[in-house]
């Protein structure tokens, strides 16, 4: 069956340390891979896309990769503030389809 | 900036009544999509529209209805409003398919009682 999954768990970091987030999918053929950052009771917000022809995409202190063999994406903040405390989603879209499909999300927890 | 926005923040209904959550979008995006987010289970699509009077299901359609009679407006219809339809409802623009950003709005929290 197909599946995308996050790491359910919370990831808790110190402030100023790199957070790696995790995105594994199977049964897919994504074209693109985002990431949204959720915050309590709030819509997600897009922070970035990688194609599916593309290692690594980088946006301020944001940066996504994208392995279509180990079908998995990493997204890593660097130098973590506690103002990056939220819940990160990532979303396939799907080669040849409109759908974008959502993982259930990592709740990141910046420490001071 | 997109904006999105959506009728209600929160809404209490009773089981069986019909309940209309509305989605406006101010940038003349081509894409609507409405989704029920539930933890543990996190986003799902529940009707998506890609142009005026157009739409397609999406994974949990059943029991949902959806109208775009305006090209920045897309409601979505509870026909018959049941306690498992108690979620957070999130509407999200874009500009086409193809892998697009999609613009959120805040959500509406629908309880059924």
């Known amino acids: 069956s197909q599946k995308i999954e996050q790491n359910s768990e919370a990831l808790n970091i110190q402030e100023g340390k790199t957070a790696t987030l995790t995105c594994n999918y199977t049964?897919?053929?994504?074209?693109?891979l985002q990431w949204y950052r959720q915050d309590p009771g709030r819509g997600p917000v897009f922070l970035l896309l990688i194609r599916e022809n593309e290692k690594e995409k980088r946006k301020e202190r944001l940066k996504v990769t994208f392995d279509t063999t180990l079908k998995q994406s990493l997204f890593h903040i660097t130098a973590s503030q506690p103002a990056d405390s939220a819940t990160y989603l990532c979303a396939l879209v799907v080669s040849g389809t409109y759908k974008y499909i959502f993982g259930t999300g990592t709740r990141l927890k910046v420490l001071a | 900036d997109v904006k999105v926005t959506q009728s209600s923040r929160y809404l209490v209904k009773r089981t069986g009544e019909k309940v209309f959550l509305e989605c406006v979008q101010d940038?003349?995006?081509?894409?609507m999509f409405w989704y029920r987010q539930d933890p543990g289970l996190g986003l799902r699509l529940i009707y998506f529209s890609y142009d005026v009077k157009m739409k397609e299901k999406g994974d949990i359609p059943e029991g949902y209805s959806v109208s775009r009679e305006k090209k920045e407006r897309f409601s979505l219809i509870l026909e018959s409003a049941s306690t498992n339809q108690t979620s957070m409802y999130l509407c999200?623009?874009?500009?086409?398919?193809?892998?697009?950003?999609?613009?959120f709005g805040p959500g509406t929290r629908l309880t059924v009682t």
């Open positions: 999200a623009s874009s500009l086409l398919s193809g892998g697009y950003e999609q613009y």
């Open positions: 940038m003349d995006h081509e894409n």
């Open positions: 049964n897919y053929s994504p074209a693109y």
